[in-house]
């Protein structure tokens, strides 16, 4: 096991003040985290790319010690894979799986059948077994869909979504829903979205993408007819952009920015 310990809070990562963002990556010498957060929930995830297995801590909402800071975790990934998107292997991939399951375990606390307390399970790694009914518990990952919708005018659709920061603009996403294939969600999610019916859907890639327990699925798709109109209950504003004009766009480490940057570069 490495002696670098992830600490998570919320959806920040915790570190001591002194890291610099060259160091964030690294994680936090176990010795200083069993120093400030010992007694709060600490567990070990195996690794999925044979490297060593993955301690770390979830802690509560909360004022933390002197001494530490934290850093949202979309602000880390960004920083650590300098402009690129946070791929599944190597430490943007350790905290991309381990940030996931320390956000289950928090969730996972009590069973979803009897209300009984959810315990480690010894059975399965990861597992989580119900101390009354015996359930087991699995991490969940939720598929969800993210779209870069263009037309014959050489423009995308970027979308403002109220939960963004001010001025940012990215693409139409949505949850899976049961019964439907991703094709289907893709073309739902852009008529209740913005509106709009599209055709030519293509699979590009996926992203782990733990906020809160997504595998995202990234699509691109062609404007089929509708009026770009936004639905005003999640998307505030919706716009067709040219290469030249772009917005604010999300972060470098998401699936959502690396579309942008195929279509923005010509490579789509």
């Keep these: 096991m490495s002696d670098a310990v992830y600490v998570y809070q919320n959806s920040s990562l915790i570190v001591p003040e002194d890291t610099q963002d060259s160091q964030i990556q690294e994680g936090v010498g176990r010795h200083l985290v069993e120093e400030a957060f010992s007694g709060f929930d600490c567990f070990t995830v195996p690794s999925l790319d044979e490297q060593a297995d993955i301690c770390s801590y979830y802690i509560p909402e909360g004022d933390l010690p ?22 599944s292997h190597g430490p943007s991939g350790r905290i991309l799986r381990s940030y996931h399951i320390a956000l ?9 059948s009897c209300g009984g307390i959810n315990l480690d399970a010894d059975s ?8 009354v009914c ?15 919708i263009t ?6 659709v970027l979308a403002h979504n109220k939960k963004f920061a001010s001025g940012v603009y990215s693409l139409i996403a949505g949850f899976n829903e ?21 055709k030519d859907i293509r699979y590009v890639r996926s992203q782990a993408w733990p906020f809160p327990n997504s595998l995202m699925l990234g699509f691109t798709a062609r404007y089929a007819g509708g ?6 209950t999640e998307i505030e504003d919706a716009r067709w952009f040219t290469r030249d004009t772009l917005p604010i766009l999300p972060g470098s480490a998401s699936v959502s920015r690396y579309l942008i940057e195929l279509w923005r570069t010509g490579k789509l």
């Excluded at 002197?66 to 791929?87: C, D, F, H, N, Y």
């Excluded at 015996?134 to 870069?148: D, K, L, Q």
């Excluded at 037309?151 to 995308?156: C, G, I, L, Q």
């Design 104 to 112: 289950w375990r928090s969730e996972s606390r009590y069973c979803g």
């Design 134 to 148: 015996g359930r087991i518990e699995f991490p969940r990952i939720s598929p969800a869909v993210i779209t870069i």
């Design 178 to 198: 049961a019964g439907e294939s991703l094709e289907e969600t893709v073309a739902r999610e852009a008529k209740e979205e913005i509106n709009l019916c599209v």
């Design 124 to 131: 399965e790694a990861l597992a989580r077994q119900c101390s």
């Design 66 to 87: 002197p001494g530490w800071k934290s850093i949202p975790l979309r602000q880390a990934l960004t920083i650590m894979t300098g402009g690129t998107i946070a791929e």
């Design 227 to 232: 009026e770009l109109k936004s639905d005003g």
């Design 151 to 156: 037309n014959d005018n050489d423009e995308a």
